[in-house]
């Protein structure tokens, strides 16, 4: 499997939604709070992979200098729609290209779009070099283990079991010998497919360490509280330079 295939599916599906999905994203999830007590006055944050720039309401709190950047050009216009005052950019967060720059990077469910170590490790290398010394990197993931949502890793893998593989093709555009252990895939409105990695917090922490960050804190979140791998909404980690 080529990790491109399945990010330019993501990609486009995002391009094609943008609207009813920034719809669906109007609010910040609670499990996002615990990001605000290590942000300053003054900082300069990174939203890598904003969307449509819900964040910004999180963040207004703070007298920041805010940049929020999205390989999607669907959901940056609506982001720039939603909150014409700040910057927006459409940027690769795999060649995002910045050194030193930021105090705070910030992604919500960014890292579970990509398909492979490489493509994980050298996001988080671009991450660690976009950074400045000593600055936080705030992550949320999906937590696709949760058994009471009905996208989850069990029950995409007994939907990938019941179908054929040309039904499977069909649905999802990809092929199932092309997707590795841990590998979601699911489906937004009318056939839009995006893909998921299923993390646990062992597995962020091993990456998070291999690309020289410390982690503070790494943990099942369920609305702002702490929670375990089959009811919590997120796994929330904060690491430092």
């Known amino acids: ?3 491109e295939k399945l990010q330019k599916i993501t990609r486009k599906s995002y391009d094609s939604i943008s609207r009813q999905f920034s719809k669906s994203r109007k609010y910040v999830w609670s499990d996002l709070a615990v990001f605000l007590p290590d942000i300053k006055d003054g900082d300069r944050v990174l939203d890598l992979g904003c969307g449509n720039g819900r964040l910004v309401d999180l963040l207004a709190v703070k007298k920041i200098k805010y940049i ?3 390989n999607s050009r669907g959901l ?4 720039k729609e939603y909150h014409p005052k700040e910057k927006f950019k459409v940027k690769d967060a795999l060649k995002l290209g910045y050194k030193n720059e930021f105090d705070v990077i910030i992604t919500s469910a960014v890292l579970n779009h990509m398909p492979d170590n490489e493509s994980r490790r050298l996001f988080l290398k ?3 070099q976009a950074l400045k010394p000593g600055g936080y990197f705030m992550m949320s993931n ?3 283990w949760n058994t009471e949502r009905k996208k989850n890793i069990q029950n995409f893998l007994i ?7 040309n039904a499977f093709y069909q649905k999802y555009k990809i092929k199932k010998t092309e997707l590795q252990p841990g590998d979601v895939m699911t489906e937004w409105g009318q056939g839009d497919v995006l893909y998921y990695y299923a993390f646990i917090p062992l597995e962020l922490k091993d990456l998070l360490q291999k690309s020289k960050f410390k982690v503070l804190k790494n943990y099942y979140s369920f609305d702002g509280e702490k929670s375990t791998k089959f009811k919590s909404r997120n796994i929330i980690t904060i690491a430092q330079k």
């Open 68 to 70: 929020g950047v999205d």
């Open 159 to 165: 939907e990938k079991d019941k179908l054929s593989d």
């Open 1 to 3: 499997m080529k990790p």
């Open 126 to 128: 671009n991450v660690y």
């Open 76 to 79: 940056i216009k609506q982001a």
């Open 142 to 144: 999906w937590n696709m």
